[in-house]
């Protein structure tokens, strides 16, 4: 596609129930970020993909986080047993290179995820 | 321990006025900055960018100043337009790394 897109936009769900949001980036970007933006705060690192591995997930919360990426391109974030402070939303971001100071993230427009 | 820092959370200025939004950081590794805006329900888009070997970089309207010293950067836009109303999220990044660090945002109001 010609953007970074998310699905779902909008996920509803109840507390300790298990979610999955999905990520397709930019064809052909070997980055790929997930990011959560909670309100009035900016957006907060989770994890870092380049190609298919998980190069950096320092910003995962705990362990109910976890994301992959299996062929280098879809990625996953999929969160268990979800409390209500997961409310947020989720964003996506593709890059064609993944060092720091070399090329802008793409975002899609992001999962807003709602934990009742 | 908030890296990136913008103090002003929000901005109103007049139509065709200079607006200026400012950004600090602490960590002094970080060498790349971006900028970005973002409308509401939509990602963030990116604007501009600046790398430490500069101090300026400029892109129609929009100007980013980089004052290594003082760990702090700047955005103007001029003349400012009613469209540029969004929230303002400034990035950094060190060398050699991939992580992004975001400021929490300054939402900008131009009135016509």
């Known amino acids: 596609g010609a953007g970074v897109s998310q699905t779902p936009s909008n996920k509803v769900t109840e507390k300790g129930k298990y979610v999955e949001l999905r990520c397709d980036p930019i064809s052909g970007h070997t980055a790929l970020y997930w990011y959560r933006q909670s309100l009035g705060q900016g957006p907060e690192f989770l994890i870092y993909f380049q190609g298919t591995g998980a190069a950096d997930d320092s910003g995962l919360p705990n362990d109910r986080f976890f994301a992959v990426r299996p062929e280098g391109s879809v990625s996953t974030l999929k969160i268990q047993r979800t409390e209500r402070g997961d409310s947020a939303v989720y964003l996506c971001a593709s890059s064609s290179r993944g060092g720091g100071g070399t090329g802008e993230l793409f975002f899609g427009e992001g999962s807003r995820l709602t934990v009742l | 321990d908030q890296q990136v820092k913008q103090n002003s959370p929000s901005l109103s200025v007049q139509e065709g006025r200079i607006s200026i939004l400012n950004c600090d950081y602490t960590n002094s590794m970080f060498d790349y900055f971006l900028w970005y805006k973002k409308y509401p329900a939509e990602g963030p888009t990116f604007l501009i960018s600046i790398s430490s070997i500069k101090d300026k970089n400029e892109d129609g309207r929009f100007t980013v100043f980089l004052n290594k010293s003082a760990k702090h950067l700047s955005l103007h836009i001029v003349p400012s337009q009613p469209g540029d109303s969004a929230v303002y999220f400034c990035?950094?990044?060190?060398?050699?790394?991939?992580?992004?660090?975001f400021g929490t945002g300054t939402r900008l109001k131009v009135l016509a």
């Open positions: 990035a950094a990044s060190a060398l050699g790394t991939y992580k992004y660090i």
